[in-house]
């Protein structure tokens, strides 16, 4: 969602607040903003519409120089896109807030200042913020203690950057159900949404937790918990390098996130395995005497991630013969559960702060569950430090807001965790040391994979004047259709629905003409049979055909039929294969549509807010 970069220097920060702006924009934003402090009550302000880009070029004819500042890209949630509504929100020229979240009692807080005579000049909920705080400033708090005051007050989730106009030495944070990172430089302190926006200046970090509150001045960081206790947080070095996150050669991040993903399997899988066997310890070192106990498994995901969960839910019941139920994260959480005996509570998620995936796991953590274990790509965040195992997924950062390589490694975690649970289920040796085998060639298979490249490029020509596409498939293939549907739609903003080809008959035939290609997932195994039957039905009504098959699936080309072969794969491991060209033909299609590939419109990378 938003981004927020906030720093206290010795040196001008307004640079190095507009890189970590543009490092944030794959978070997805429709406005962006800046304020710095040249001196006490020297307040300089900046807002645009739009991209980072356009706050740059503004930059350029109104300097925003100062020694303190905060920035802050804005996804609407209360009120339209608009300069007006776009952060940093001022209080009486004195106090500056940018905020993360939403405020869910701000109509109630509103009505209230609107009362004590405040003038309101956004439709957004952070202004109750601002204006609070600075009713506490005035009213002769501290800085620190104005913020706490008001912090005691809010209801909903927040992360903020503040600062008092007449106290230009210090900079305020403080977060509670989004998250926020405090980058310890030398002679300078900085905070930020992520590590990411802030790693040409730093590698040391303290992740906040909940409830955190803290004060930064240039040469030192101070911290409070949520209830006003000092405490320290340990400093974190990252290993990532600040041009982690940069394009490189590729067009787009997506295509470069695409690419990444043999070496992503490769890293996710490094130390986890042992010879022909996986390592439980991976999990955690309490893991191998949890998973002996576990009778059942529930995942909650959103998203990508629900669609990984629900091929792991065939593998954890084919494979190792544990019931799985697999549900929507936004749903889970608003309605009665019946907490099956023994059960495992899995969380996927890239970021480890989607809001609603987050929340399923408090209450999961009161509803009688026996362990809980999360799969996640960023080791600070707030899902790992809360769940009871962790498994993480190792994929670098992912920019481009359609997942690619965070879903693809993050099959390889449910994956691994399948293998490991089906060791306490009665699988023997030779069938662990056959799906490690399948798994370590992964890489190199993906690699085969990817080189298809240049005929899904031609393939996507075939789409850009579509308006609607189906995808089909049966057994697992159905969650990877739902996932290529998905990716269609939200690069290319082609409509897309994902069916399991069996249930055609059952409605969607009604659907299908010349106009509505029809995209199928033919891995070679037992249900092929059935697959091409449906797949009659389809061309039996004029439909066009666009088949994915295994090289060994007998899928002959016709009239109206058009196949790519892919190479030779096994069941338990056809996900992958067929995932990356789902991944590549929305990436083309895109690109011929001449659409924003990397942040599509009304997205945003990490939904910290419902």
């Known amino acids: 969602m938003c981004g927020i970069v906030g720093g206290i220097a010795q040196r001008e920060v307004s640079a190095i607040l507009l890189e970590g702006l543009r490092r944030l924009e794959y978070r997805g934003y429709d406005s962006a903003g800046m304020a710095t402090l040249a001196g006490p009550g020297d307040l300089r302000r900046l807002r645009t519409l739009g991209k980072v880009e356009r706050l740059r070029e503004q930059m350029e004819l109104q300097p925003l120089p100062g020694t303190l500042g905060v920035a802050h890209t804005r996804w609407a949630t209360h009120g339209e896109p608009s300069t007006q509504n776009a952060h940093p929100h001022v209080s009486r020229g004195r106090c500056v807030v940018v905020h993360n979240g939403i405020i869910e009692n701000h109509e109630t807080l509103r009505r209230a200042q609107l009362a004590a005579g405040h003038a309101f000049t956004s439709e957004t909920d952070t202004e109750v913020v601002v204006h609070a705080i600075c009713d506490?400033?005035?009213?002769?708090?501290?800085?620190?203690?104005?913020?706490?005051?008001?912090?005691?007050?809010?209801?909903?989730?927040?992360?903020?950057?503040?600062?008092?106009?007449?106290?230009?030495?210090?900079?305020?944070?403080?977060?509670?159900?989004?998250?926020?990172?405090?980058?310890?430089?030398?002679?300078?302190?900085?905070?930020?949404?992520?590590?990411?926006?802030?790693?040409?200046?730093?590698?040391?970090?303290?992740?906040?937790?909940?409830?955190?509150?803290?004060?930064?001045?240039?040469?030192?960081?101070?911290?409070?918990?949520?209830?006003?206790?000092?405490?320290?947080?340990?400093?974190?070095?990252?290993?990532?390098?600040?041009?982690?996150?940069?394009?490189?050669?590729?067009?787009?991040?997506?295509?470069?996130?695409?690419?990444?993903?043999?070496?992503?399997?490769?890293?996710?899988?490094?130390?986890?395995?042992?010879?022909?066997?996986?390592?439980?310890?991976?999990?955690?070192?309490?893991?191998?005497?949890?998973?002996?106990?576990?009778?059942?498994?529930?995942?909650?995901?959103?998203?990508?991630?629900?669609?990984?969960?629900?091929?792991?839910?065939?593998?954890?019941?084919?494979?190792?013969?544990?019931?799985?139920?697999?549900?929507?994260?936004?749903?889970?959480?608003?309605?009665?559960?019946?907490?099956?005996?023994?059960?495992?509570?899995?969380?996927?998620?890239?970021?480890?702060?989607?809001?609603?995936?987050?929340?399923?796991?408090?209450?999961?953590?009161?509803?009688?569950?026996?362990?809980?274990?999360?799969?996640?790509?960023?080791?600070?965040?707030?899902?790992?430090?809360?769940?009871?195992?962790?498994?993480?997924?190792?994929?670098?950062?992912?920019?481009?807001?359609?997942?690619?390589?965070?879903?693809?490694?993050?099959?390889?975690?449910?994956?691994?965790?399948?293998?490991?649970?089906?060791?306490?289920?009665?699988?023997?040796?030779?069938?662990?040391?056959?799906?490690?085998?399948?798994?370590?060639?992964?890489?190199?298979?993906?690699?085969?994979?990817?080189?298809?490249?240049?005929?899904?490029?031609?393939?996507?020509?075939?789409?850009?004047?579509?308006?609607?596409?189906?995808?089909?498939?049966?057994?697992?293939q159905y969650p990877i259709a739902m996932e290529g549907a998905l990716k269609l739609k939200e690069i290319s903003y082609i409509h897309a629905e994902a069916y399991p080809a069996g249930e055609l008959k059952h409605g969607p035939l009604a659907l299908i003409d010349e106009d509505m290609p029809v995209v199928a997932l033919a891995p070679n195994n037992a249900l092929l049979e059935k697959l091409k039957s449906n797949l009659h039905e389809v061309r039996a009504r004029g439909g066009k055909l666009f088949v994915f098959a295994d090289f060994q699936a007998p899928m002959d080309e016709g009239d109206g039929v058009t196949v790519i072969k892919l190479p030779e794969t096994d069941d338990l491991i056809d996900p992958f294969v067929f995932t990356i060209p789902l991944q590549l033909l929305a990436y083309h299609v895109a690109v011929l549509k001449g659409t924003d590939v990397d942040q599509p419109r009304n997205l945003a990378k990490s939904v910290t807010v419902e």
Request: proline share 4%; aromatic share 8%.
């Open 136 to 476: 506490e400033v005035v009213n002769g708090y501290d800085l620190v203690e104005a913020v706490r005051r008001t912090t005691q007050r809010l209801e909903g989730a927040y992360a903020l950057g503040v600062i008092d106009t007449q106290d230009p030495d210090r900079l305020v944070a403080a977060r509670f159900g989004s998250p926020l990172v405090i980058g310890i430089g030398f002679g300078e302190n900085f905070i930020a949404s992520d590590v990411c926006a802030l790693l040409p200046v730093t590698h040391r970090f303290i992740f906040l937790e909940e409830g955190d509150l803290a004060e930064l001045t240039r040469d030192a960081v101070t911290i409070w918990d949520r209830d006003g206790n000092r405490v320290e947080r340990p400093v974190k070095e990252s290993s990532l390098s600040a041009d982690a996150a940069e394009r490189g050669e590729y067009r787009h991040y997506m295509l470069k996130e695409i690419y990444e993903q043999p070496r992503a399997i490769a890293d996710t899988l490094e130390g986890r395995l042992a010879g022909a066997r996986v390592l439980p310890e991976s999990f955690g070192h309490e893991a191998p005497g949890i998973f002996a106990g576990i009778e059942a498994v529930t995942i909650v995901a959103c998203g990508t991630s629900f669609h990984a969960g629900s091929v792991a839910r065939y593998w954890l019941e084919s494979y190792a013969g544990l019931p799985c139920t697999i549900e929507v994260a936004s749903e889970y959480r608003y309605r009665k559960h019946v907490v099956p005996p023994k059960a495992l509570f899995v969380t996927i998620s890239q970021s480890g702060e989607t809001a609603d995936t987050l929340a399923a796991l408090r209450l999961a953590r009161k509803s009688g569950y026996a362990t809980t274990l999360s799969i996640c790509n960023v080791p600070e965040s707030s899902l790992v430090r809360e769940s009871d195992l962790v498994l993480l997924t190792h994929a670098g950062p992912e920019i481009g807001v359609a997942s690619t390589k965070a879903f693809t490694t993050q099959l390889v975690a449910l994956l691994l965790l399948t293998i490991a649970l089906g060791r306490y289920r009665g699988v023997g040796d030779a069938a662990e040391a056959q799906a490690v085998a399948l798994l370590r060639s992964l890489p190199v298979k993906l690699e085969a994979v990817l080189a298809l490249d240049p005929v899904i490029a031609t393939l996507a020509e075939q789409f850009v004047e579509k308006r609607h596409c189906l995808f089909l498939g049966r057994g697992e």
